[in-house]
């Protein structure tokens, strides 16, 4: 599929039409690229905050989304906030795929490097597929794609 | 997700972003990763999180709301995950010899999609500080049918699973069609004013209503499927159904097949297109659920039509066909 046309396969939605996020059966999937930014920082304890309050069961976090940009760029050191922010333990608590966890979160930088194939797309891959299909449970994917 | 399972619902994805320039990068990967039907929700216009997080302007930000932040912080149970936040990404790095947008900053930019995916209305903080009034201490209280949040296996706020049953207003339409047609009839030239008969052609069969156009034809051509339901007063309906569709041969660029749906003579489309779904120079769409509510219709007889068309084909092997199934109408 050309790029072009891969764009033009998304559909545009709105905010009102956007179906109410359900915190127990939905996942929200917040992705941060940190690539060169380094404003992803400030949003990750603020983030938990809100995932807390509201009490969101199923979330997924990824340091390292950066796709198709430079990933020399690649901010390293945020591996520290997100540490502390997120602690340990919080990814997807009732499913095993997501094996490259870091204390948490997904870390899509170690394998990423531009491959359709690489073992972190499986593993999210999978990741989304449990939630929507998940046994007649009508589950949605949220993401939060913080780039 | 497609080599896992090809038949997936993309259309349960939901991807928010606040930036033209990453919505571009994230539509090539993220639809040619996943697949098409991805719902995509820019929120360039949202606004800047949390009072524009200091972002904007930062210079003449009152420095003194962004200190009142950081105290909060720092006197929260988060304080760990902020200390590292500001380790990273030091506020007031912008003070010491700055010659251009100087001053303290924090940006919370990118929870700009956090916001808009929960519905949290951001605009409610009259300061930065006021976040934490919001969101820092107690702990969620345990979910129940009268929390106004849905939780649990709840189908609707406070309603379905283990609370009482949602109300699903007055059904119109229910049609699975598993031993025939549930009331729908076919017809030639359903759509786009065709006037080609012989290039389009309907059955039902495997438990689905079908639609097959195109072939060696000289003008477009459409067939669909329809029915009428009345309501007893104005309003919207509300309409889900699942279709399908694949083509023949090949067709070339410049040769498409689209998924119609319109009730009386308005077409409901994935805005912003008139369509729900186009096929051009060959492919397929697994089977997917088309959800919408119609505009108010005013009280009396209507009719919903479901069906394809092709605007142009040139050998008989380049063929359109689609599938229908699970057609749902309710009014609220």
């Known amino acids: 599929m050309?790029?072009?046309?891969a764009?033009?396969?998304?559909?545009?939605?709105?905010?009102?039409?956007?179906?109410?996020?359900?915190?127990?059966?939905?996942?929200?999937?917040?992705?941060?690229?940190?690539s060169p930014d380094k404003d992803d920082g400030h949003c990750q304890p603020v983030t938990k905050m809100v995932i807390d309050k509201l009490g969101i069961q199923k979330v997924s976090v990824v340091n390292g989304s950066y796709g198709d940009q430079d990933a020399s760029s690649y901010q390293t050191q945020i591996a520290a906030v997100t540490n502390a922010a997120f602690g340990v333990g919080k990814c997807n608590p009732n499913n095993t795929t997501c094996g490259l966890l870091q204390n948490g979160w997904i870390d899509a930088h170690v394998d990423w490097n531009h491959n359709a194939n690489a073992l972190i797309v499986?593993?999210?891959a999978n990741l989304w597929l449990s939630v929507i299909e998940n046994a007649g449970d009508n589950g949605h994917v949220f993401v939060q794609e913080a780039g | 997700?497609?080599?896992?399972n090809p038949s997936f619902n993309a259309e349960r994805i939901h991807?928010?972003?606040?930036?033209s320039w990453n919505e571009g990068h994230y539509g090539r990967g993220g639809a040619t990763l996943v697949g098409p039907h991805l719902h995509s929700l820019g929120v360039e216009y949202y606004g800047e999180a949390i009072v524009n997080g200091g972002w904007y302007n930062s210079n003449t930000y009152p420095h003194a709301e962004i200190d009142e932040f950081m105290a909060r912080a720092n006197a929260s149970t988060y304080k760990p995950g902020f200390d590292a936040a500001f380790a990273f990404y030091p506020p007031d790095r912008y003070l010491a010899g700055c010659t251009n947008f100087c001053g303290k900053r924090l940006d919370f930019t990118d929870t700009n999609e956090l916001m808009?995916?929960?519905?949290?209305n951001k605009n409610s903080f009259s300061k930065m500080a006021s976040w934490f009034d919001n969101y820092d201490g107690a702990a969620p209280p345990a979910a129940t049918c009268s929390d106004g949040i849905q939780n649990q296996t709840e189908t609707g706020v406070d309603c379905g699973g283990p609370c009482s049953a949602c109300s699903s207003g007055t059904t119109l339409i229910d049609a699975n069609f598993a031993s025939g047609a549930s009331g729908f009839t076919y017809a030639d030239n359903m759509f786009r004013s065709?006037?080609?008969a012989a290039f389009a052609s309907g059955v039902h069969g495997t438990g689905k209503l079908n639609v097959t156009v195109g072939g060696a034809m000289t003008a477009a051509t459409s067939g669909g499927w329809s029915k009428s339901f009345t309501t007893t007063s104005s309003g919207t309906v509300s309409v889900s159904f699942k279709y399908s569709m694949s083509t023949a041969d090949g067709i070339d660029p410049g040769e498409w097949v689209e998924t119609l749906v319109m009730i009386n003579n308005t077409l409901y489309g994935a805005s912003p297109n008139d369509y729900v779904r186009r096929i051009e120079g060959g492919g397929a769409q697994v089977e997917v659920t088309r959800t919408f509510t119609s505009a108010s219709l005013a009280a009396g007889t209507h009719t919903i039509k479901i069906g394809a068309y092709m605007n142009a084909a040139t050998a008989a092997a380049e063929t359109g066909s689609m599938t229908i199934d699970d057609v749902l109408v309710t009014k609220p």
């Open chain 1, 2 to 5: 050309e790029f072009a046309q």
């Open chain 1, 7 to 34: 764009e033009e396969a998304l559909v545009a939605t709105s905010l009102a039409s956007l179906p109410t996020f359900n915190v127990t059966r939905d996942l929200l999937a917040i992705h941060y690229d940190n």
């Open chain 1, 122 to 124: 499986t593993q999210l």
């Open chain 2, 1 to 4: 997700m497609k080599t896992i």
């Open chain 2, 15 to 19: 991807i928010v972003q606040h930036s």
């Open chain 2, 116 to 120: 808009a995916i929960l519905k949290q």
């Open chain 2, 194 to 196: 065709t006037s080609n």
